[in-house]
């Protein structure tokens, strides 16, 4: 009868364990999941807020003494991202059409009141290594800003 309690015992002892190591696995996926989903969301904002930054300092570096340059604008756009993991990335500064965002030439030549956009792609790698087909790796994103030109 003893011995019979004993085996008990440490039955349910390794069955705790069992338990704890299938639910520890889970919570462990959902929590970096969680961050996962963060970090894509803080990335898309951060691309956000570069390219606005760099419509704004195109849009008013054409009336600048001396107007602002092409590189300045990357600089601009690269200098926001703050040193986030995307590869790939691309920026470009363009005349847009208004209606379908197709570039129509330089920048720094639009008219007053023309389109000009900044572009900004670029590949965001996720963290965990293998989503099981979740989330695609790397991720493709685009971010594209227009404003109206304030000279020339």
Do not use: C
């Amino acid at each position: 009868m003893v011995l019979r309690k004993r085996n008990s015992k440490r039955l349910h002892r390794g069955v705790a364990v069992v338990e704890t190591a299938m639910v520890l696995g889970v919570m462990l996926l959902g929590i970096m999941g969680i961050f996962e989903y963060g970090r894509i969301v803080m990335v898309r904002q951060l691309m956000t807020n570069a390219v606005q930054g760099g419509a704004r300092l195109a849009v008013v570096g054409t009336a600048a003494q001396p107007p602002a340059t092409t590189m300045q604008i990357i600089d601009a756009v690269n200098n926001s991202l703050v040193g986030q993991a995307l590869s790939n990335v691309n920026v470009q500064v363009f005349q847009a059409d208004p209606t379908t965002l197709a570039n129509i030439g330089a920048w720094n030549t639009t008219p007053y009141g023309g389109a000009i956009a900044v572009q900004l792609d670029g590949d965001y790698t996720p963290i965990l290594p293998s989503t099981m087909g979740i989330v695609p790796n790397p991720i493709h994103f685009t971010s594209v800003s227009v404003m109206l030109s304030e000279a020339n």
